[in-house]
């Protein structure tokens, strides 16, 4: 059973950057593939980046390529996602999840959630 636990949400001003970590509490995380992903007041949660068990392989969704970058280290259990250049449209409560595969698959779905942490961007 894994346990993840995000952390560095807060306010930040349009075009500022903040790093959201999520700390994984199992023995097998190293194994799974990870995702983060958002969810802004009265819209679906969305995708935003997603990385490989080993971190050689990662994705993005197509409005925050070039500003966000996810990472992981896998000796520490977890899980970075970098946002930079940040716009009012990045607020949400972004969420980490973990899925029991090497690669992240939108065929399946994520075995384990964060709580999440929110994201302000003022303009």
């Known amino acids: 059973q894994e346990q993840l636990v995000e952390s560095g949400g807060g306010l930040v001003q349009t075009g500022g950057s903040l790093r959201l970590s999520c700390l994984a509490s199992?023995?097998?995380?190293?194994?799974?593939?990870m995702g983060w992903f958002r969810q802004a007041p009265g819209k679906e949660r969305e995708f935003v980046a997603t990385i490989s068990w080993s971190g050689s392989s990662t994705n993005y969704a197509d409005s925050v390529k070039g500003r966000f970058t996810v990472s992981r280290d896998n000796a520490k259990n977890t899980v970075y996602l970098q946002m930079n250049s940040l716009k009012p449209e990045d607020t949400a409560v972004y969420y980490c999840?973990?899925?029991?595969?090497?690669?992240?698959?939108?065929?399946?779905?994520?075995?384990?959630w964060g709580q999440g942490t929110q994201v302000t961007v003022s303009s």
């Open positions: 999840a973990a899925q029991r595969r090497r690669y992240y698959s939108d065929y399946y779905p994520a075995n384990y």
């Open positions: 199992g023995r097998t995380f190293s194994t799974y593939a």
